[in-house]
């Protein structure tokens, strides 16, 4: 951190991936008043950052702010970071971040944006994070909310959740990320906000397949709540606060993303419930569905643990296993009754 001229404190972020949520934590931290620099792969992208201030194929229409800066040079932009904003799509994180460590500000701080789990090893994006670059707990955050990027990239009321082992890593983080329209709240719960943000994503999937069968609230309100359930058991194996889950980054993440038609998870779903091939909504979707291939992964995870997912279950069988929606749909509703907390 520098002291401004005037007494104030400034922070210096770089934000590797500007994607549709890169760009937009980018501004927001901008916004916030930090110094913000954009990592993308793509020239074109730079220049349409630093000249034009629009990000046009991720968020045509937004403008962006002319301090907000953009390079293709990943020393460049980690250059005195303070806070080390990590934007790609998750199952890309651990060649990328690779790459970067050498470039890495001993003191920074390493926020995860990903809403994911990695497949092959299972593991969540602050554990790859801590294990690719090697750095304790205490710098390794993660970040996570009800954010659908376009909203946020115009100036809606939104909030978020800081969380890091460290309670004054996550107040600064918190601090750095406060604008007039945008709130921040802190935890140490890394895992539960971590797995709210990335199992929402396969609930999505579940919620999205349903609308485009047709069904409508009853049924949304079922796969939201149940989803929740599924969160909540997988978070308590993996040593979660259960009260994390009812917070911005476990209901709130999922009632947002579940609800959206921006929500690319659920846009994918809803294309495959309309009757669509796996090959033709891969084909058409333009952006990062996480919870297509964090499923298995999220799957491989419970069976670890032994808990029951049965709506992952249904989500995996469907993309991976051939097996028609309306099958794993009857299968879910005709499950073994119960009482409603069992397993939680
Ligand atoms: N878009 C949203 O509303 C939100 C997204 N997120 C999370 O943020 C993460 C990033 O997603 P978005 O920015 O939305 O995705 P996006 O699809 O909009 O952008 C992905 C970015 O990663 C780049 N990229 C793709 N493959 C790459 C590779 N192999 N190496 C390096 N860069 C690569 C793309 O060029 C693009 O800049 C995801 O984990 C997502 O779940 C979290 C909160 C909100
Ligand atoms: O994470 C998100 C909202 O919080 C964005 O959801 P999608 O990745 O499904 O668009």
Same mark, same amino acid.
């Given at each position: 951190?520098?002291? #401004? ?35 993308? %792969? $793509? ?26 800066? =953009? *390079? ?28 970067? /460590? ?11 944006? &990903? ?5 092959? *090893?299972?593991? %969540? &994006? ?10 304790? !707990?205490?710098?390794? !955050? ?22 890091? !082992?460290?309670?004054?890593?996550? @107040? ?6 406060? *604008? ?23 609930? +999505? ?5 349903? /609308? ?7 049924? %949304?309100?079922?796969?939201?709540? @149940?989803?929740? +359930? ?6 308590? +194996? ?25 929500? @690319?998870? #659920? ?16 084909? /058409? ?11 298995? =992964?999220?799957?491989?995870?419970? $069976? ?6 049965? &709506? *992952?279950?249904?989500?995996? !069988? ?27």
């Amino acid at each position: 951190m520098e002291r #401004r001229r005037g007494g104030g404190v400034t922070f210096r972020v770089a934000v590797m991936g500007a994607g549709s949520w890169g760009t937009t934590f980018g501004k927001l931290l901008c916004d916030a008043g930090g110094e913000v620099t954009v990592w993308a %792969r $793509r020239p074109e992208r730079v220049e349409a950052i630093n000249e034009r201030h629009e990000n046009s194929e991720y968020l045509p229409g937004v403008e962006l702010p002319a301090a907000l800066r =953009a *390079t293709a040079d990943a020393a460049e932009a980690l250059a005195g970071a303070d806070f080390v904003a990590l934007a790609v799509p998750a199952q890309t994180l651990r060649e990328n971040l690779a790459a970067w /460590v050498p470039l890495l500000p001993p003191r920074s701080v390493l926020v995860s944006l &990903m809403k994911g789990v990695e497949l092959g *090893t299972c593991r %969540r &994006m602050s554990e790859v994070i801590g294990e690719v670059a090697d750095v304790p !707990a205490e710098r390794v !955050a993660v970040f996570s909310g009800p954010n659908l990027a376009r909203e946020i990239a115009a100036g809606q009321p939104g909030a978020a959740v800081a969380a890091c !082992a460290d309670e004054e890593a996550a @107040r600064r983080l918190q601090a750095a990320a406060m *604008t007039p329209y945008f709130r921040v709240y802190t935890s140490t719960d890394v895992v539960g906000v971590e797995l709210g943000g990335a199992v929402k994503n396969i609930v +999505a999937l579940c919620v999205g397949m349903a /609308v485009g069968l047709g069904f409508g609230d009853s049924t %949304r309100a079922l796969l939201m709540t @149940r989803g929740l +359930a599924e969160i909540a058991r997988l978070g308590a +194996a993996l040593g979660a606060d259960e009260h994390t889950f009812a917070g911005l980054a476990g209901m709130g993440d999922l009632i947002g993303t579940c609800s959206s038609p921006l929500s @690319r998870n #659920r846009t994918f779903g809803e294309n495959l419930g309309r009757g669509m091939t796996l090959d033709e909504v891969v084909a /058409v979707t333009k952006q990062t569905a996480e919870g297509v291939k964090s499923s298995g =992964a999220v799957l491989e995870l419970a $069976r670890k643990h032994n808990v029951e997912m049965p &709506m *992952t279950e249904a989500v995996v !069988a469907v993309l991976y296993e051939g097996v028609p929606i309306a099958d794993a749909a009857s299968s879910l509703i005709s499950r073994s009754p119960k009482p409603e907390r069992y397993g939680l």
